[in-house]
Every structure is written in C-alpha cells, then in structure tokens.
C-alpha cells in the first residue's frame, strides 16, 4: 500500500531549478532511500515533503491527506530528522525531548515516560540532564532522532542520519532504523552513502541534480546494469589453451583475462560450474576459487551518474 | 487540547530559556529602574514624578519587548531550532501568539517596575487601573509586534537589536512623550499618528495626569487596529520568508 505519494515535484529558487519535476511513492513499512551526490536535491526534496518549503509544483499526498494544502494535518503524523540538528543547545537532553513532545501535543506524564524511554534505547540516560549543546555529535544525532520519534509517528524522514558521525554510533542509529521498521513505521532516508542504502534500504531512488535518473529494490537497480552473469576463477594453469573449448562449450560467453592466474566468464545465461571445472580440470588448469561477480550499487551509480554527465554534455 | 499544550510549552520554555536569563532581566529590569531612579532623583517637587510615570512606564514596555523578538526568533532562527516550530502540527497563528506572548508579559512587568517605584512618593489614586492596565497591554503587544516585524526582516541577533535602536528612538520622540506632539514641526505630526505607541502614550498620559489629546476609546481602537495589521503583516511575511 502507498503512503506517500508524490508527482512531478519540483523547486526553483529563483531560476534554479534544484529539484525537477520528479514522482516516486514509497509503499507502507519500507525503507525508500534516496540516495544522491551532495547537491542532488535531497534536503529540498524532504523539506518539500515536510512542509518547511513550498514546492513550486506538484501533487503530494500522505496517507491520503493532501500534503500541499493541509501540511499541518501531515506534520500529525510524520516525524522528521533534519541533517543538522536543531535542537535546543542550552536546554538538557530530557527537556528537548519532553518540549518536542509537547509541541505534538502530549501531556506531561506520557511525554515525561516516553523522554526516559528513548534516553535509554539510545544510549543517552547518563547524558539526559546534560545540556544539548556539550553533546558530542554522534550523541547530537541520537538526540535528534529520538526527539523526531518521540509522537510515534507513522513515516520518519531522516536527513543523512549516519553523515559526518563515528562509524560505531553509525551502527547504532542504523540498527535503530531497522527496528523501527520492524515496529511499522515507515521511513523516507536520504544518503549519499552507497553502502549504506544498499544495506538497510527496500527500494531506492536514485537523484542526481534534481532528478530521478533510476527507482527500483537494490536487487531491481543491480539488475539493470548487469551485462551478464561473470564467474570469476583463481587458478593454476594455462587459460589461454581452454578458451576454445570454453567458447565451444559456452556459445556466447566471453574470457576476460585479468592475470596470470585469474580470469572472468561472462555469460548472458548462469554458468553451471561443475561442468565448467570439470573442463578446466581435464586441460590441466587447477582451479582454486570460482565465485559469481555481482556489480555493487556504486557500478550503479556510476553507470548511471556517468550517462547522465554525458547526456548533460552532449 | 493539544494545541494548547503546544502554545504553554513553547511559551514556557521562551521564559525559561531567555526571559529569565540575567541579561535579558537586566535589559528588562534594570534600565527602567535605574531610569526611575535618574529621574526621582533629579525631580524636587512630588508633581514631577507623576508627569514623568507615563513616559517611564512607555520606555519600560517599548525597551523590555521591541528587542526580545530578535533574541527569541532571530536567534532560534540562526540555531535552526526554529524549523522544529514551523514543523510542528501547530498554526503558524498559535505559533505567532505563543511567540509574542512572552515578550508582552515582560513588557507588562516592566511597566510596573516605575509605577511600584513612583507609589512610594507619591499617591497614585487618582488614576483609573482599568485604562492604564488596558494601556500597558497594548502598547506592550503593539510594540512587540514591530519587534517580531523587525526579527522577520532580520538574519542576525546584531541586526535585529540594531534595527530595533533604529525605530525605538525615534518613536520615542514622537509619540508625544517628551515634546507634546502640537510642538512637534508640522511635518512631522502626521508620522506621529502613524506610530501605536502615540496613541499608546496619549492613554497612558490621560489617565496618570490628566493630559491627553484624544478620546480614551479612539486610542484603544487604534491600537487594536495596529495590533491586528501588524499580526497579520508579519504571519504574512513569516509565510512568505521562512516557509521558502
Ligand atoms: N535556499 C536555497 N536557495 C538557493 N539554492 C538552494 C537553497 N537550498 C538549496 N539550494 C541549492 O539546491 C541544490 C540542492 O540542494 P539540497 O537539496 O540541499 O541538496 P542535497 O541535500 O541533496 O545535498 C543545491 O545546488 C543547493 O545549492
Ligand atoms: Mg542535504
């Protein structure tokens, strides 16, 4: 089921056109990232959704209520964490989380339990009567996030959660991510960490200046620029001797040589290995390793990031 | 319900966080006292003090709001934790009014640090409390107003209090405080009637000493009016700048 639905988007400032007309939905319980070089339009594009910016066109809907005329009603339920934080510096972490949870309405006692809940599952009940200001960033971060979780929302937009922290506090906030989602909410993340959203993302859209150059599940976008299916092998032996045989027995496949002792089959269909060994093994090449190739997100990106510069060029 | 949890908070934690914060009381306190106690001192006669408490009491209100906005606004501004309200499910009215709420009352306060001053030497009996507590609100939400008007069109804390020196004086001297406003030169009158805090003072003046030009109600009508055009002015402008 679709959540937030969103067609031919787009914001000028001035005549800069930093996000052009794009569309994309996100179905309920995913993870969608949005996933793009600094600049693509990602902060815009969130603000758009959220209602701190006005978008120069579109239609948005979020669960069913229409974001561009009735964002107040929007903002009920979604919760946001913006790529710099904007806290209170001089309030402590408890009462930063309990005035964000007043301003979603919550009375005293139930936003006073919930501030003491997150402090713990973040990690931060020590820091909690510290003022927000003298928090290291990785603690700033979880802060943020957890201030932006406080009313339950039901789709969390995240800026860059992991941008610019300690790669062990990065491991926090993502396991914290999926949790939520375990939980049923749904989240909108922006990155430009390609690993990142390869690992914690369900489908992703893919924005390079202001546009939608690709959309899809990771394995959907891998997919896509897959010329074949590659084995690998690390060998001992002679390949250029086999490649006859290998062609005779594979039509179509080619042999990338890329040492003395490693080498690439490309194939349209999977290669079948035991028969593949067996050959080579009766020509006298011993093979030690043979593992399929599959292309990483960032291929991806550079595939298509590369066609766009040259589309843009041309 | 929820709305109104929303406004208390964010007009408690302004108190909290920048109201009662040393520097902001000593701007807002101590200005106005030490004024008071300039011009006490200076006075001989028990009759000056009363013709001196309704310009006091207008430069308490005009100095304890005007610049709080800039602090208050510009600066969560700067610190981006003014985007948290703008994404709260709460209007952008409420939000306006739980803003300006806190900087009104402390201007209300200030205005009464000369009056508790001025009823230890002289009889403050003959003044109607109704019209001057009426009197000290509106000019404390008019003069707030043009402060949230200045943080509006400010970027920096510096700017805004810059900016509010550049209208707070001159206002001073042509509400009819100091010079009554048939000495002022006759190009100048018609700014004056422009001004909420000459209407503000004229109220203030009327019922202290007896001295005032207009009709208590006219003046109370016109800062209702300036108070709504000024409201609406900047929410418009809020809508327009903030909300990019
Ligand atoms: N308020 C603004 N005024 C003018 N240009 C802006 C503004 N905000 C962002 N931009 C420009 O729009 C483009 C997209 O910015 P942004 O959405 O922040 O990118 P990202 O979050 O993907 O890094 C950038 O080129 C940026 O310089
Ligand atoms: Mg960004």
């Known amino acids: 089921m679709e959540i937030v639905n969103v067609k031919n988007l787009k914001k000028l400032y001035g005549d800069f056109l930093a996000v052009d007309n794009i569309s994309f939905h996100i179905n309920k319980g995913e993870i969608f990232g949005f996933l793009g070089p600094n600049g693509a339009g990602k902060t815009s594009t969130i603000n758009m959704l959220t209602g701190l910016s006005r978008p120069s066109g579109s239609e948005i809907h979020i669960n069913s209520i229409d974001a561009v005329r009735d964002i107040k009603k929007v903002q009920r339920i979604i919760g946001i964490v913006p790529d710099e934080s904007n806290l209170y510096g001089e309030m402590n972490g408890f009462d930063n989380l309990c005035f964000c949870a007043a301003l979603y309405g919550m009375e005293k006692k139930e936003r006073e339990k919930k501030a003491k809940e997150l402090l713990n599952l973040f990690n931060l009940t020590e820091a909690g009567n510290r003022p927000f200001r003298a928090y290291s960033k990785g603690m700033k971060r979880k802060l943020t996030i957890a201030a932006g979780i406080i009313h339950n929302p039901k789709i969390l937009f995240l800026d860059e959660p992991t941008t610019g922290i300690d790669v062990e506090s990065a491991r926090h906030i993502r396991k914290l991510i999926l949790d939520l989602k375990d939980k049923g909410t749904t989240i909108f993340l922006t990155t430009h960490y390609l690993e990142e959203a390869q690992r914690i993302c369900d489908r992703i859209a893919l924005i390079v200046k202001g546009r939608i150059v690709k959309i899809g599940t990771v394995n959907e976008l891998m997919e896509s620029t897959m010329q074949g299916h590659i084995v690998q092998l690390t060998y001992q032996g002679r390949m250029e001797t086999v490649q006859k045989e290998l062609k005779e027995h594979f039509p179509g496949c080619t042999i990338k040589i890329l040492s003395n002792d490693s080498s690439q089959l490309i194939n349209k269909e999977p290669v079948p290995l035991f028969p593949l060994l067996q050959l080579l093994h009766n020509k006298g090449v011993s093979v030690y390793e043979a593992k399929e190739i599959k292309p990483t997100l960032e291929d991806v990106f550079v595939e298509i990031t590369g066609l766009e510069t040259d589309r843009a060029n041309k | ?244």
């Open chain 2, 1 to 244: 319900m929820k709305t109104l949890t929303a406004f208390w908070n964010i007009l408690i934690k302004d108190i909290r966080n920048y109201y009662l914060k040393p520097p902001n009381i000593s701007w807002g306190i101590i200005f106005p006292l030490s004024w008071t106690l300039m011009q006490i001192i200076r006075s001989t006669e028990n009759i000056d003090i009363i013709q001196l408490l309704p310009g006091l009491m207008a430069m308490s209100i005009l100095f304890g709001t005007t610049s709080m906005l800039a602090v208050t606004i510009t600066f969560e501004r700067r610190g981006r934790s003014f985007d948290r309200l703008l994404l709260a499910p709460v209007s952008l009215s409420i939000l306006v009014l739980a803003k300006i709420c806190g900087a009104v009352l402390f201007g209300c306060l200030n205005a009464f640090v000369p009056v508790i001053f001025a009823s230890f030497f002289v009889s403050l009996g003959g003044i109607n409390w109704g019209i001057l507590f009426t009197a000290v609100f509106l000019i404390a939400l008019t003069s707030t107003l043009i402060g949230l008007l200045i943080a509006v069109s400010a970027k920096e804390v510096f700017e805004a209090q810059t900016l509010s020196n550049f209208f707070r004086f001159p206002m001073l001297f042509l509400c009819g405080l100091f010079l009554p406003i048939q000495q002022l030169p006759a190009a100048l009158r018609p700014i004056s009637f422009c001004l909420p805090l000459t209407y503000g003072t004229d109220l203030l003046k009327g019922t202290i000493t007896g001295s005032s030009i207009m009709h208590s109600a006219f003046s109370i009508l016109m800062l209702l009016a300036f108070a709504a055009g000024l409201f609406l002015i900047s929410r418009r402008s809020i809508q327009k700048k903030w909300i990019l």
